[in-house]
């Protein structure tokens, strides 16, 4: 996920949209396998809830980057110009 994040922000707007989408991705995987490791008892809720407050904001950031670049770079953007 870091290493997504990482590259989008060195790229122009136009190629950064599949990276901040792969760390979406990557962010809900990590998501899954927070749940697996609370369901399972190898993870207190006093840590699942740290963790998934922190991975919610993420998500959240990485969800208003997507949106900002769709808009970017849709269609009738492109036009405009």
Same mark, same amino acid.
């Given at each position: 996920? =870091?290493?997504? =994040?990482?590259? #989008? /922000?060195?790229? /122009?707007? *136009?190629?950064?949209?599949?990276? @901040?989408r &792969?760390?979406? $991705?990557k +962010?809900? *995987? !990590?998501? @899954?396998? !927070? !749940?697996? &490791?609370?369901? *399972?008892? /190898?993870?207190d %809720?006093?840590?699942? =809830? #740290? !963790?998934? @407050?922190?991975?919610?904001? +993420?998500?959240?950031?990485?969800?208003?980057? %997507?949106?900002?670049?769709?808009?970017? %770079? /849709?269609? #009738? $953007? +492109?036009?405009?110009?």
């Amino acid at each position: 996920m =870091i290493e997504a =994040i990482s590259a #989008a /922000s060195f790229l /122009s707007p *136009t190629e950064k949209h599949p990276y @901040v989408r &792969l760390a979406i $991705k990557k +962010a809900d *995987t !990590l998501r @899954v396998f !927070l !749940l697996i &490791l609370w369901e *399972t008892k /190898s993870l207190d %809720n006093k840590k699942y =809830i #740290a !963790l998934s @407050v922190k991975l919610d904001e +993420a998500g959240k950031m990485l969800g208003g980057w %997507n949106g900002q670049l769709a808009k970017q %770079n /849709s269609p #009738a $953007k +492109a036009g405009e110009k």
